[in-house]
């Protein structure tokens, strides 16, 4: 029998345009990369309506690396991220820890 975690993380990513991106992992570290992830693609991908150039950036004073980045490193970055997001913008980033119930 393989062991149950006692929690799983969920991250979740809202963009502007209501489009909802979540990842559920076994660990808060790998919410925050998954999540980082996500906000990269998003910039990144030119697929994205409308970025704002701020978003831009961010990515030039804030580089990020999927395959460098560490766990702690990826939890930084999107912390960073969410710092400079203004009140009125309708982009949220999320990692919520729920305990997982056994059934006996």
Excluded: C, N
């Amino acid at each position: 029998m393989t062991d149950i975690p006692k929690h799983v993380y969920l991250a979740t990513v809202v963009w502007s345009d209501g489009r909802r991106f979540q990842h559920v992992t076994a660990t808060p570290g790998r919410a925050y990369k998954r999540a980082a992830e996500t906000l990269h693609d998003l910039i990144t991908d030119g697929d994205t309506p409308y970025i704002p150039h701020r978003y831009l950036d961010f990515l030039e004073e804030q580089p990020y690396d999927p395959g460098t980045t560490t766990d702690e490193q990826a939890e930084h970055w999107v912390d960073l991220f969410k710092d400079q997001l203004t009140p009125d913008e309708l982009l949220a980033v999320e990692v919520k820890r729920f305990d997982v119930q056994h059934a006996a």
